[in-house]
């Protein structure tokens, strides 16, 4: 059974930077592609990033980019996403999410972690 396991969201003032972590256990992590996204109540799950098997290939949801950047360890079986020059609009849930493909929408996605929630405070 596949285990995707979030850390690192916190309370952080506009304008900081924030890494979030995702550890995959259960399956061969290198075989998925590896996806964040996030939600607030009473919104549907956004897309964020997503990143290919080989991480050559990152895409960003245009909120995010310049800002974000996503990366994977093959090795350490995790995906992170380093959040920078954070604004309040980013306050959400954050999830990670593996599937068999690099795509911007939550179905796509077999896998789901429990989310690690992101404050960013004006």
């Known amino acids: 059974q596949v285990q995707l396991v979030e850390s690192g969201g916190a309370l952080v003032q506009a304008g900081g930077s924030l890494r979030l972590s995702c550890a995959m256990s259960?399956?061969?992590?290198?075989?998925?592609?590896m996806g964040w996204f996030r939600q607030v109540p009473g919104k549907e799950r956004e897309f964020v990033a997503a990143?290919?098997?080989?991480?050559?290939?990152?895409n960003y949801a245009d909120s995010v980019k310049g800002r974000f950047t996503i990366s994977r360890s093959n090795v350490k079986n995790t995906v992170y996403l380093q959040m920078n020059s954070l604004k309040p609009e980013d306050t959400a849930v954050y999830y990670c999410?593996?599937?068999?493909?690099?795509?911007?929408?939550?179905?796509?996605?077999?896998?789901w972690g429990q989310g690690t929630q992101v404050t960013v405070s004006s």
């Open positions: 990143i290919s098997r080989s991480g050559m290939t990152p």
């Open positions: 999410a593996a599937g068999g493909v690099v795509a911007t929408t939550a179905p796509e996605y077999e896998y």
């Open positions: 259960g399956r061969t992590f290198s075989s998925y592609v």
